[in-house]
């Protein structure tokens, strides 16, 4: 019998020892270091918009980064368009599979807010980290004290223009035109024609499709303030200054016809810029490297023309991280955001991709006081920042956005007046905005 129960008792202990004590262990989180024993691994989603070799530039800061902390792997995700990668963002949210970190349009704060989410970053920096971005930026990071963002791919609109052809059309290739009235009587001289009457040359383009809320809030800018609140919940676009800017964009193609009327392609501007079509355009910033890559002229880039004053929203992407990750992650997370918003590495960027250098500490290395001394181009958007103001971002902001979206091309178009157009989108929009009140 004794012999028995010390068998048993053996037994006991084997499947004991197999079983880890009879109880299986919970699954550490995702990559958690010091649970696992795995390196914690972040899925970082990132949009491909802008020309350039994007995606080799952004695998190799994360490589870089892994040398420098071996417990952690960035795993890039590249998600299209902006808005094809914030879909893919919302989708694995919804699924309850949320990326770790996000570089998405600093617009979709308040839809991010409304999906709970992204994590509060505020307690997550120093206020002297973030005293170091351009305040310009700070607007569609926040709301109210709560920084839910961290600037990185950011942009404002610039003119480009084609200082050989001002040349030959007897206006200074050192001077663009600093206001609406000089914009008009460039693009006039600047519009060529054949012996059939077609256009050769366009004087001017300014982008129509996709982007048009951006290029009239830049004139509504410069018109004498913007058009939606602070606090995402309301906009201004039946005001008078706001009927006076689309005016301005319907007749530069309609009535003065030194543009293309209708339909102007967001991705061809560039193109049309580049090989000649156009004489001057207004383009993000995150095109200047294709432009001065591609460019077989002499060119220049000036602030937006004024009218009451300078004026230019700001654009571009935010680094978000993801409320429902393990806290190891969150962590990490911030550590990559760290070594990515270094002086060096933001200077690196704006020379690698045209975007606006975000920081002060960033126009302040000698890298980029030496890229500016031969490009001086370059500090164009970091000097227009003075003047710049958030861009549109409200509640529920793709459905605005469209909405204002169509309702200035159809104005463009001549389907609408510039009153009823934004009358309508006005309507439209309190009508959606209503809930947040």
């Known amino acids: 019998m004794k012999k028995l129960l010390l068998l048993m008792a053996s037994l006991i202990l084997v499947l004991s020892a197999c079983s880890g004590g009879g109880t299986a262990p919970k699954e550490s989180p995702k990559g958690a270091e010091g649970k696992s024993g795995k390196p ?46 914030m879909t893919k963002v919302a989708t694995a949210v919804q699924g309850n599979n949320s990326p770790d970190m996000a570089v998405l349009l600093s ?67 050192e001077k663009a035109p600093a206001n609406w009235t000089q914009l008009r009587e460039y693009a006039q001289k600047l519009t060529k024609k054949d012996a059939s009457d077609k256009v050769t040359q366009w004087g001017l383009e300014i982008p129509s499709t996709g982007y048009q809320y951006w290029m009239l809030q830049a004139l509504s800018l410069q018109s004498g303030d913007n058009i939606m609140s602070n606090d995402g919940k309301q906009v201004f676009f039946n005001k008078p200054h706001v009927e006076e800017s689309l005016q301005l964009y319907m007749d530069l193609g309609i009535k003065d016809k030194v543009m293309p009327s209708g339909a102007i392609e967001w991705a061809t501007v560039p193109s049309d810029f580049i090989s000649g079509k156009t004489a001057m355009m207004f383009h993000t910033t995150g095109n ?41 992650n969150k962590k990490a997370a911030v550590k990559f955001i760290e070594f990515l918003t270094k002086p060096d590495r933001v200077a690196q960027w704006s020379i690698d991709t045209g975007y606006v250098g975000t920081t002060k500490a960033a126009y302040n290395t000698d890298l980029l006081k030496k890229y500016i ?19 549109l971002s409200t509640y529920q902001n793709g459905q605005v956005t469209k909405i204002f979206n169509d309702n200035i091309q ?24 209503k809930a947040f009140k």
């Open 107 to 173: 617009t979709d704060l308040y839809s991010l807010i409304s999906m709970k989410a992204i994590e509060d970053l505020t307690p997550r920096f120093s206020k002297e980290y973030f005293a170091d971005f351009y305040e310009s930026f700070l607007g569609n990071t926040r709301s109210g004290n709560t920084i839910w963002s961290v600037p990185f791919q950011r942009s404002t609109i610039v003119l480009y223009y084609n200082k050989d052809m001002f040349k030959a059309a007897g206006l200074d290739p």
């Open 373 to 391: 001394e031969t490009f001086p181009q370059a500090k164009v958007a970091r000097d227009q920042l003075e003047y710049a103001d958030s861009e």
């Open 40 to 85: 914690v691994e972040l899925q970082f989603y990132f949009p491909v918009a802008v020309g350039g070799p994007i995606t080799q530039i952004v695998d190799k800061l994360a490589k870089d980064f892994e040398k420098e902390n071996a417990n952690i792997k960035i795993k890039p995700i590249y998600g299209g368009s902006y808005q094809d990668t």
């Open 288 to 328: 200047l490297t294709k432009v001065k890559t591609d460019a077989k002229f002499n060119f220049g880039v000036a602030f937006l023309p004024a009218n009451k004053k300078f004026g230019s929203p700001t654009g571009g992407g935010n680094l978000y991280v993801f409320k429902n990750i393990p806290e190891e």
């Open 410 to 433: 159809a104005a463009l178009l001549g389907k609408m007046t510039a009153k009823e157009a934004l009358q309508k989108s006005q309507e439209q929009a309190d009508q959606i905005l």
